[in-house]
């Protein structure tokens, strides 16, 4: 079962839930201002190839605007498909102006506050419960669209990462593929190539700022074909477009 947390659309249409004096708004509170020991750490180096010894510096991390809007291109192919597991995951940071890369190895991001989410292949992780010491957490909407979403629903519900058991058991995805199975995962489906969903997701930050996203693009070129059941530029896999603004 995937883990998705699924909310009403009804709830995406409502308008309250506000403070109703925002003349002495500052903004949001932080979630969290100090790490927290990431649980499963020896786990978590073994299952998902984790490297204390190495940065993604030559991993492209791009963004440009689109209106109201931030694309960002995110280069996660890991060097391939058959050496990714050699090499380490891309860390982004969200910030005002634009996502960030984070250059840090794996070890430290297990330790370091300094970045939202990872990503290797199709894999994308959050920084928070047990991929990261941060609290950063996510409410994924399969039956809405990034364009619906213009505000933060009332009663949303955020959650962190948590691929481990409270004994540290791995819980893969659905798929077969070994993946964790991570918050974000309804991002994509797997038949002959990764689709693209369109579910669109709202992150919640440390510092409390939600914004929201959705996975655009896996492959640099195809994934249209990709999606409708033909074939993308598996040369380019792994090649991230996201799109994404800030909501509060």
């Given amino acids: 079962m995937r883990n998705t947390v699924a909310l009403a659309l009804s709830l995406i249409a409502c308008n309250g839930g ?12 932080p979630v ?10 020896d786990d978590i180096f073994a299952d998902l190839s984790l490297h204390d010894d190495k940065v993604a510096t030559d ?26 597991a050699n090499n380490p995951w891309v860390y982004v940071k969200f910030t005002a102006t634009g996502a ?8 430290t991001a297990l330790e370091s506050m300094d970045w939202d989410i990872a990503a290797r292949r199709f894999g994308l992780r959050l920084n928070g419960g047990v991929s990261g010491p941060s609290c950063v957490g996510a409410a ?3 039956e809405a669209t990034y364009e619906s979403i213009t505000e933060v629903p009332v009663g949303v519900e955020y959650v962190r990462e948590a691929f481990y058991s409270d004994s540290c058991a791995y819980i893969p995805d659905s798929f077969g593929l070994n993946s964790p ?11 002959s190539c990764v689709k ?22 896996y492959y640099g070129t195809g994934q249209a074909e990709c999606n409708s059941g033909g074939a993308p530029d598996t040369d380019t896999s792994g090649h991230f477009t996201w799109r994404w603004a800030y909501v509060d």
């Avoid at 969290?32 to 750490?41: F, G, K, L, Q, W």
């Fill in 59 to 84: 991993a492209d991390v791009v963004t440009t605007t689109d209106g109201a809007d931030f694309v960002t291109t995110v280069d996660a192919d890991g060097g391939g498909y058959n050496v990714a």
């Fill in 100 to 107: 960030q890369r984070v250059d840090i190895d794996d070890q």
């Fill in 32 to 41: 969290c201002t100090t790490p927290t020991t990431v649980p499963c750490e």
């Fill in 18 to 29: 506000g403070d109703s004096d925002t003349s002495a708004d500052t903004g949001p509170q």
């Fill in 181 to 191: 199975q991570v918050v974000l995962s309804p991002w994509w489906s797997y038949e």
């Fill in 140 to 142: 994924v909407f399969p």
């Fill in 196 to 217: 693209t969903t369109g579910h669109p997701a709202l992150l919640q930050l440390a510092d409390g700022h939600v914004i929201k996203f959705v996975v655009e693009e």
